[in-house]
């Protein structure tokens, strides 16, 4: 993988540190494991899924927690080993594990299901009213101003 120096960056921006330092970890070579495999995708302009593939979990083998700026996945099977065979060649991981994802201010989590192997995690980003963007009106000679909001483009 790739690694991006975002050293310029530090230049022109204040109180981003956190996620810079975030963004050079990422890539790094021990950045969270590959088990379980997941996606993060957007599905509309404030909406995003992720989805984790949990094959062999039934859904009261998995808990979700979001938690301040963090959402976390974990995943135990309970000891359904009664009636099944010797095991010649054990190719789908049946371990416990555990997957963070930061997730931004304003980022709620919204829903979860569980269908075919696939957990998917529903989340969409509320901006309250008053932290959106507003215009601030310029006084015109002895006219009193009045204040607008921004549409989003």
């Known amino acids: ?7 310029p960056l530090y230049r022109s ?43 062999g979990f039934k859904d009261d083998e998995l808990s979700i927690e979001a ?10 099977q309970k000891n359904g080993e009664e009636g099944r065979g010797e095991v010649l060649y054990q190719g789908i991981a049946a371990r416990a ?21 696939l957990l998917h995690i529903d989340l969409v980003r509320e901006v309250p009213e008053a932290k ?5 009106p310029i006084a015109n ?3 009193p101003a009045v204040e607008g909001r921004v549409e989003a483009a």
């Open 1 to 7: 993988m790739r690694h991006y120096d975002l050293s």
């Open 13 to 55: 921006t204040v109180g981003f540190d956190r996620l810079f330092s975030m963004l050079d970890q990422f890539g790094g070579p021990d950045a969270g494991g590959g088990y379980p495999p997941y996606n993060i995708e957007r599905t509309g302009e404030n909406a995003y899924r992720v989805t984790i593939a949990v094959a």
């Open 67 to 76: 938690k301040e700026n963090a959402l976390t996945v974990r995943g135990e």
């Open 97 to 117: 594990f555990e997957r963070r994802f930061q997730i931004a201010d304003y980022v709620q989590v919204k829903g979860a299901s569980l269908e075919n192997g």
């Open 132 to 136: 959106k963007p507003r215009l601030i």
């Open 141 to 143: 000679g002895g006219r």
